[in-house]
C-alpha cells in the first residue's frame, strides 16, 4: 500500500477502506482525492456505523416537508402556510478541545443548517454534559461552553430558550456540546440544497477560507479522542458578527427568487457542501479554487478543500443572476465570488487555475461503506441491571435528603446559566428557560404558538440502552405535552463511543430500536439529526447518551402551562399513578440512587401505552382551562417536582413568589414503608396538574375515562411544603438549595 497507515489514521480510514477507494476509481488516488474520501467517508459525514441502523426510525409524517437526510433539516408544516425548521448536531471534541470557540462555532454551524432551509433562525437550544463539578478541569470546560454559547447567540441576536445540562464521571475526558435551531419560513419559501441544473454557478459566499477546522470531520470527529493539544488547530474560529451579515445576506438573496440552491460549509468544508449538494441533484461540479476568498497565504488544493473555517455557504444560481446575487452580498459586507459551475457528468473536478489537482465521481464520494456489526451486552451491563430495595438503605431524614437532592449538579436549578443567554430577543418567547418544561414560542402573524425541548438521560440507557431510547423520546414529547403543545417531530444527536466495540454497538442498536417503537407509539417522527460516535478516551466510552429535540404546536398561544404553581389554593392531581410505588425499577438510575449511594444500578421500564393516555389527557386539561401549572416527575422523583413547582409558584423565576403545599391525609396514608422509593423514585408517566378544587373531581373521572389512573395528592397554599410525617421545609430553605446548588460554578 503506498499510502502509510499514520496518514490514513489522521483521516481516519482503514486499510482495506483505502483499498476500496482504489477499486472504485480504478487507480490510485492523489493527496487532495484521499482527504475528499477521508472527510465525505468520515463517520461524521458518512455515518458508516450508523446508517443501517438509524431506517429503523420513523422519519414522516402527514406534516412532514423534507424526508430525513434529504436536506439540510426537518421542516414541519404548522398551518397558515408556515414551515418550522429544526435540527440538532453536536460539536463535542472541539468543544473538549477549546470550550469557548467549539461550543460558539457549534452553534454558528446549526443556524447556517437552518439557513439552508431558507428559514429565519428563531431559537436555540442545548444539551450539555460534563465530568463531575468539583473537579476544576470540568469547571473550566463548562464555563468556556457556556461562554461560547451565550457570546454567539447573542451576537447574532437569536435567543437561546431551553436546554440541560448534567454531570457525570463518563464525561470527565468527553464533554457533550450538541446545539439546536429553530427557524420559520413560508412554505413555498424554503429552500433546497439540491443542485441539478448543469451550467448554473456556484457561488462561495461568507468569511474568507483558512487552515483552521481541516480533519474536523474525519480526524476529530470519527475517533476516539486521547491527545486534545495535538488537535487543537482542527477547531475552528467563529465571528458572529459575520455570521449575523451573513444570515440577513442569504434571507434578501433568497428573497429575489435567483437562488436555486443553498448549502452551507459545514463538516467537510468545501468539499461536503459542493458534492453534497451536487449528488443531490445527481449531477457533477467543476471548481476552481484559485478563486476561493482566502484569509491566510500559501495555502495548498488540500487545505482549501478541507478546511471547516466557518461562516460560509454555498449559493448555486444561473450564472445570468450571479451578478445580482453578488450585489445583494457585497450591500451586507460580505464576500461573494463565483468559484465553479453545475455539470452534468456526475463527477467533482477541482482546478487551481488551469492545473487539475482532483476528479472523482459523486457517487464514489459520497457512497460511504456501511457496516452492520454484532452486538453484544457485556456481562458487567447485565450485572448491574440488578437491583433489590434491600440493598439500598433508607436514610434518615426524608427534608435532609430532598434538600440535598434539590443542591445536587444534577437537578439544582440552571439559572446561572441561562441568565448569560438573551432569551427574549425577537419578542416570541412565552415560556422561557426555568419557568416550564418546554419552551414556548408566538408565531407571529397568528394565534399559534410552538413549543420546543431537549433531552436526554444516559444512566437510563446504560443500566437499559432499549428501554432508555423508548424513555428519551417519552420525556421529551412528555414536556411538550406539560406546555399543551401536541408533539409534531423529533430530531435526535446520538451520542455514543467507539461502535467498533460489541459493547457500544449493542447499545446503539438497542437504544435507536427503543426510540423507533415509542416514536411510532407516541406519533413523532424524527425529520433530521446527527450521529456522534466515538466519544471515548483510554478505552472508556461515555455513556450512552441519546439527546432527543421536539416541537409541538398549540393551536392558542394562550393555553399554555408554565412549571410552578400559580398563586394559592388550587388542587394537584398526579396524572399517570393510582398510588405511589415503591419498586426497585423506580429507583433505575434514578438522581437520588447516584447521590445518596454512589449507584447506578437497576433497569427502568416504562409502558408506553400509559405514556401516550398520560400525556393526551394532560393537553386536553390544559386546553380545555383546567390545568393551571403541568410538571412532569422525572430527575428526583414526586418530592423534586413538588419543590420546584413550590419554589417557581405564581410564575415566578429567580427567586419571587413562591408557593406552599400540603399533603392530603389519604395522600399520606397511603405512602409506602419504602417511602424513599416512592418519594424519590423515578417512575415514567407522570405528570402534576394544578387546578381549582371544583375542577378536581371532573379530572379525576376524565383521567378515569381516559384509561388513565389519577391520585389527588393536596393543595396549594402558604409558606412551606408539607407532608406529614415526613416532610416540614419552608419553601424559601428549598429555593436556597435549588438555587445555590450551582453557585460559584460559573466564576
Wanted: glycine content about 12%; hydrophobic content about 45%.
Amino acid at each position: 500500500m503506498p499510502v502509510s497507515k499514520e496518514i490514513l489514521d489522521e483521516i481516519a480510514l482503514s486499510p482495506a477502506e483505502y483499498d476500496l477507494i482504489v477499486a472504485r476509481l480504478g487507480r490510485e488516488p492523489n493527496p487532495v482525492e484521499l482527504g475528499m474520501f477521508g472527510a465525505l467517508w468520515s463517520e461524521h459525514c458518512g455515518y458508516k456505523h450508523s446508517r443501517p441502523l438509524l431506517g429503523m426510525l420513523p422519519t414522516g409524517s402527514a406534516r412532514t416537508l423534507s424526508q430525513a437526510g434529504a436536506e439540510n433539516a426537518g421542516a414541519i408544516d404548522i398551518g397558515n402556510g408556515l414551515a418550522v425548521v429544526f435540527k440538532v448536531e453536536s460539536h463535542n471534541h472541539p468543544s473538549a478541545v477549546e470550550p469557548l470557540q467549539g461550543a460558539a462555532t457549534g452553534v454558528g454551524g446549526i443556524v447556517r443548517d437552518i439557513l439552508a432551509m431558507g428559514a429565519r433562525p428563531i431559537a436555540l437550544l442545548n444539551s450539555l454534559r460534563f465530568g463531575p463539578p468539583d473537579d476544576a478541569a470540568n469547571r473550566r470546560l463548562l464555563r468556556g461552553v457556556v461562554d461560547g454559547i451565550g457570546w454567539y447567540g447573542n451576537c447574532i441576536g437569536v435567543p437561546d430558550v431551553a436546554g440541560e445540562i448534567y454531570f457525570d464521571d463518563s464525561y470527565a475526558q468527553n464533554p457533550l456540546v450538541n446545539a439546536m435551531c429553530v427557524g420559520i419560513a413560508r412554505i413555498d419559501e424554503l429552500a433546497s440544497a439540491a443542485a441539478d441544473r448543469p451550467g448554473d454557478a456556484l457561488l462561495l459566499a461568507g468569511a474568507g477560507t483558512g487552515r483552521d477546522g481541516i480533519h474536523g470531520a474525519s480526524g476529530l470527529a470519527s475517533r476516539t479522542f486521547e491527545a486534545a493539544q495535538e488537535l487543537r488547530p482542527t477547531v475552528q474560529v467563529g465571528n458572529p458578527f459575520l455570521e449575523k451579515s451573513l444570515i440577513e445576506a442569504c434571507l434578501e438573496a433568497l428573497a429575489t427568487g435567483k437562488v436555486r440552491a443553498l448549502q452551507d460549509l459545514g463538516a467537510a468544508g468545501l468539499t461536503g457542501a459542493a458534492v453534497e449538494s451536487a449528488a443531490r441533484g445527481r449531477r457533477g461540479i467543476a471548481l476552481d479554487i484559485s478563486r476561493v476568498h482566502r484569509r491566510e497565504s500559501g495555502m495548498t488544493g488540500y487545505e482549501v478543500m478541507l478546511s471547516e473555517s466557518q461562516e460560509r455557504m454555498l449559493l448555486v444560481t444561473a450564472p445570468e443572476d450571479a451578478d445580482a446575487i453578488g450585489d445583494v452580498f457585497a450591500k451586507w459586507d460580505v464576500e461573494c465570488r463565483a468559484i465553479g459551475t453545475v455539470t452534468e457528468e456526475p463527477t467533482a473536478r477541482v482546478s487551481d487555475g488551469i492545473a487539475a489537482i482532483a476528479a472523482a465521481p459523486v457517487n464514489h464520494l459520497t457512497d460511504a461503506p456501511r457496516y452492520r456489526l454484532a452486538g453484544a451486552p457485556s456481562a458487567e451491563a447485565l450485572a448491574r441491571q440488578q437491583l433489590r430495595l434491600r440493598d439500598v438503605p433508607m436514610p434518615g431524614d426524608a427534608g435532609e435528603t430532598l434538600l440535598r437532592l434539590l443542591a445536587s449538579p444534577n437537578i439544582a436549578s440552571r439559572q446561572g446559566v441561562y441568565r448569560q443567554y438573551d432569551h427574549q430577543v425577537q419578542t416570541n418567547t412565552v415560556v422561557g428557560p426555568g419557568a416550564g418544561d418546554a419552551a414556548v414560542l408566538r408565531v407571529k402573524g397568528t394565534g399559534q404558538a410552538i413549543a420546543v425541548a431537549i433531552d436526554g438521560n444516559g444512566r437510563q440507557c446504560y443500566l437499559d440502552p432499549y428501554r432508555g431510547g423508548q424513555m428519551a423520546v417519552a420525556e421529551v414529547t412528555r414536556n411538550l405535552s406539560c406546555a399543551g403543545a401536541e408533539p409534531l417531530a423529533l430530531t435526535d444527536c446520538l451520542n455514543f463511543g467507539n461502535p467498533e466495540r460489541p459493547e457500544v454497538y449493542y447499545q446503539l442498536e438497542q437504544c435507536i430500536r427503543g426510540m423507533a417503537r415509542a416514536c411510532r407509539m407516541l406519533g413523532a417522527p424524527v425529520v433530521s439529526g446527527n450521529v456522534s460516535l466515538y466519544n471515548e478516551s483510554q478505552g472508556t466510552a461515555i455513556f450512552p447518551t441519546p439527546i432527543v429535540g421536539g416541537l409541538g404546536l398549540l393551536d392558542d398561544v394562550s393555553r399554555h402551562c408554565g412549571a410552578g404553581f400559580p398563586a394559592g389554593g388550587l388542587a394537584v392531581v398526579l396524572l399517570g399513578a393510582g398510588r405511589l410505588t415503591a419498586r426497585a425499577t423506580d429507583l433505575a438510575g434514578s438522581e437520588y440512587l447516584n447521590t445518596m449511594h454512589g449507584m447506578v444500578r437497576g433497569r427502568p421500564r416504562i409502558d408506553l401505552t400509559l405514556e401516550r393516555r398520560v400525556q393526551a389527557l394532560c393537553r386536553r386539561l390544559i386546553a380545555d382551562g383546567t390545568a393551571l401549572s403541568a410538571h412532569d416527575c422525572s430527575d428526583g422523583g414526586l418530592a423534586v417536582t413538588l419543590a420546584e413547582s413550590c419554589i417557581l409558584g405564581d410564575g415566578r423565576v429567580g427567586g419571587g413568589a413562591a408557593v406552599g403545599f400540603t399533603a392530603a391525609a389519604e395522600f399520606v396514608a397511603e405512602l409506602p414503608r419504602r417511602w424513599d422509593a416512592a418519594w424519590f423514585g423515578e417512575a415514567c408517566s407522570r405528570i402534576m396538574v394544578a387546578m381549582e378544587p371544583d375542577q378536581a373531581a371532573a379530572a379525576l373521572r376524565a383521567a378515569a375515562d381516559a384509561g388513565v389512573p389519577a391520585l389527588a395528592i393536596g393543595e396549594t397554599g402558604g409558606p412551606r411544603l408539607r407532608v406529614d410525617g415526613l416532610v416540614d421545609l419552608a419553601v424559601a430553605d428549598l429555593a436556597g438549595a435549588w438555587y445555590g446548588g450551582l453557585s460559584g460554578l460559573l466564576g
